[in-house]
């Protein structure tokens, strides 16, 4: 009964982030999550099912974690919020930032605070955009991003993302924001020689394209986009809100590949997801630089910059994941999760490329193995359909023509729950594949 009143009520008033309104309004919610519990969910209607995607890539240290809990509580009970503009401070987002800056690549150093992702983003770029105004370079002002890229919602966030669907979803996005191939050193070259190397502000890119459908960058890549950023004087901004905190087997995923940013976007995992926080670091030269030639006021800032409670949060998942070792977790689960999308490729005729870096995964489906050739409409819907229906969520990948399934399970995930990730996914996959045999 408490189903049906909360499925029409759903209907009614919510009007959910990312979906498919149709399906919505004709089959409700699919899941009214009730209770977390390391790599599982439970629902309303008894069902438990493995969290195969950390539910939006960012609950790394799993769910039901009642340290967590216990951090929110003792900050919230001491001093919930106060503000940090202008000269305010708190210790937590004190000692967050100082603890950033021993993590993050390179040398990064200074944080500035945000709720999330797409903030993060638009302030990446008017923080390098104001970096050249203070440079007395007002002309450098263009983001260059990645086609198949994801960086959020907000209208600079946007306007960023390569996946065109995104940016048609409006008609009016920001501008001097331009695109190049996402695997590509040459194309971006091609692009800041096109536009006019004096009119770029920054370059920004995933590690591992997450949204875009898990595309992780040939080994040399970042490498040859540090030397061109060098060489034309942009900005190389890294966007880590998936691969950061553990994600890729590394604490951030620019490791993976020896390149420094100049800044760095990050979000999810900071947090877990428990509380909503992200941020921006700056290098210690842009930081130096922004302090010595800033003269006004830094007129960008949000309500919620350096949230004390989600601050004490963060803290508190980065002890975890340091104590409990789960870098070396997802490095080595990773590691199993890539051997067992191998051997579904070997067992399921409709499985091409697999591909992955950590705990971030991805399978193509094909009609064909040797050709590559797609199927006309894509399958994946249905096998994300079929494996929730035998306890596992991850997700599809349809933009671009693509037809691909991604996982990114918490990074607490142990060898059983992997085993029987890998289980229920070629299952799903052999009840769909049998289903086009026919
Ligand atoms: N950047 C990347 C790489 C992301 O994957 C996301 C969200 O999935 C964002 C930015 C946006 O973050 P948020 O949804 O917290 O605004």
């Known amino acids: 009964k408490l189903i049906q009143e909360l499925t029409e009520l759903d209907k009614k008033h919510f009007l959910h982030p990312t979906s498919p309104i149709e399906q919505q309004q004709e089959q409700g919610a699919a899941f009214i999550f009730t209770e977390g519990n390391g790599v599982h969910l439970h629902d309303l209607a008894g069902n438990t099912v493995i969290d195969g995607m950390s539910s ?20 919230m009970s001491t001093l919930a919020f106060t503000s940090c503009f202008a000269t305010f401070s708190n210790e937590p987002a004190i000692r967050l930032a100082e603890k950033l800056s021993h993590i993050a690549p390179g040398d990064l150093s200074a944080t500035f605070f945000t709720s999330g992702g797409s903030e993060a983003n638009d302030t990446a770029y008017k923080l390098a955009r104001h970096y050249w105004i203070l440079k007395g370079q007002e002309n450098r002002k263009k983001i260059i991003s990645r086609t198949k890229s994801y960086h959020g919602v907000a209208m600079g966030a946007t306007s960023a993302t390569g996946l065109k669907p995104f940016r048609d979803f409006t008609n009016s996005l920001a501008p001097d924001f331009c695109y190049v191939d996402h695997a590509s050193s040459q194309s971006l070259r091609e692009v800041i020689e096109a536009e006019g190397p004096e009119t770029i502000a920054a370059f920004i890119a995933e590690p591992v394209q997450g949204a875009g459908g898990v595309h992780v960058a040939p080994v040399n890549y970042f490498k040859e986009v540090r030397a061109i950023c060098d060489e034309y004087d942009i900005l190389f901004i890294t966007d880590e809100v998936i691969t950061g905190f553990g994600r890729t087997g590394t604490y951030f995923g620019m490791e993976h590949y020896g390149a420094a940013p100049d800044m760095m976007c990050f979000a999810k995992g900071v947090t877990s997801g428990y509380v909503p926080l992200g941020g921006v670091m700056l290098s210690e030269r842009i930081h130096q630089e922004f302090t010595e030639l800033s003269k006004g006021t830094l007129l960008h800032g949000y309500t919620y910059s350096g949230h004390p409670t ?6 508190r998942n980065l002890e975890i994941i340091e104590q409990e070792h789960l870098i070396a977790n997802a490095k080595a689960m990773g590691e199993e999760m890539l051997n067992g999308f191998k051997w579904i490729q070997s067992e399921r005729e409709i499985v091409g490329e697999v591909r992955g870096l950590g705990l971030m995964g991805g399978i193509e489906i094909v009609k064909n193995q040797h050709t590559q050739e797609r199927f006309q409409a894509p399958l994946v819907p249905q096998i994300v359909a079929e494996a929730a229906k035998r306890g596992l969520i991850c997700r599809s990948v349809v933009f671009d023509g693509q037809d691909t399934l991604v996982f990114a399970p918490p990074l607490v995930i142990n060898k059983r729950e992997m085993s029987q990730l890998i289980e229920i996914l070629n299952d799903s996959i052999q009840a769909i594949e049998k289903g086009m045999m026919k």
Not at 57 to 75: I, S, T
Not at 310 to 315: E, F, H, N, R, Y
């Open 56 to 75: 939006l890539w960012n609950v790394n240290v799993g769910h039901g974690r009642k340290e967590l809990g216990q951090a929110a509580m003792d900050q």
């Open 310 to 315: 989600a601050c004490a949060v963060a803290i």
